[in-house]
Every structure is written in structure tokens, then in C-alpha cells.
């Protein structure tokens, strides 16, 4: 019988990235509700008030699972 492989992670894994961290997107797209889309490493981010094309420094603001939300740094 093969045998079953159980992968467990810990909640202490390390994060790549936090909440309040400032991080350079360029937006790829517009979702539903009219946020910018961009890419992060392995995340999509989430950003309010922002055309496709723009190149943004963001902070993060929320992050769950691999969806990033993100405020346009001043």
C-alpha cells in the first residue's frame, strides 16, 4: 500500500511579508470593484485608487492567505 505523506505547517511559519511593510507593484488589472490587481512574489495585491500601469509603492494593510490588501503610501 503506498503510504500517506502528511505535510504539516506550522503558524510560525515565516512570512515573506507583513502588515504595515511598504513594497513597490506595478497593477496589472482592475478587479470587480474597480481595485488595482497586482502581483507580489506569490501574492496578489489588493489596491483602492489606482489605474493600469501605475507603478505604486504600497503598505500593507492585510493579508490572508495569498491576497495581499494594500493603501497607496503618501
Known sequence: PAKKVIHIHS??????IDISQK?????????????GIAKFKNYVVII???K???????I?????DNLVFAKKSD
Do not use: A, C, L, R
Open 60 to 64: 500593507i494593510t492585510n493579508i490572508k
Open 11 to 16: 503558524m510560525e511559519e515565516k512570512k515573506d
Open 23 to 35: 513594497i513597490k507593484v506595478s497593477i496589472k488589472s482592475i478587479g470587480s470593484k474597480g481595485d
Open 48 to 50: 483602492p485608487d489606482v
Open 52 to 58: 493600469v500601469g501605475d507603478e505604486v509603492e504600497v
